[in-house]
């Protein structure tokens, strides 16, 4: 019998951003782009779910105790993320374009290095109720 399981925290946060490549003109942004290459931005409000797979421990019956986990994407996401643009505020995105793949990948390298290597992670991230992205796919 398989005894994987899928243990899932999901979490919120909100934020703003700018899709452009520099490299582009601006015709081509705003082609490219629309409404989300706005000079001024604009904001989302972001779901995350933070999938952890891996087999249940016999001395505590968790796969991973989701308030450690809990935590750990406060300190490690959440803190760093919600209220912030993207662009301007967050390292990682200074140059690279923060489309929701792009989010979801960092937030997986972020997370990944502080997860037990016997587990699997996985990250989806909703844009919007009807547009997510999930990664590693």
């Not at 995105?93 to 960092?106: M, Q």
């Amino acid at each position: 019998m398989n005894n994987r399981f899928a243990v899932t925290r999901r979490e919120h946060f909100n934020a703003a951003h700018r899709l452009h490549n520099a490299n582009w003109s601006l015709e081509k942004n705003k082609e490219v782009f629309g409404k989300c290459n706005n000079p001024n931005f604009h904001g989302h409000n972001y779901e995350l779910e933070v999938k952890v797979i891996g087999e249940i421990q016999d001395d505590t019956g968790y796969v991973v105790d989701t308030k450690k986990l809990s935590n750990l994407i406060k300190n490690e996401v959440l803190d760093k993320f919600d209220h912030q643009n993207l662009n301007l505020d967050v390292e990682e995105f200074k140059s690279l374009n923060p489309t929701t793949e792009n989010i979801a990948k960092v937030i997986y390298l972020i997370l990944k290095p502080l997860i037990e290597t016997q587990y699997e992670l996985k990250i989806k991230l909703y844009e919007t109720p009807r547009n997510f992205v999930e990664f590693p796919y």
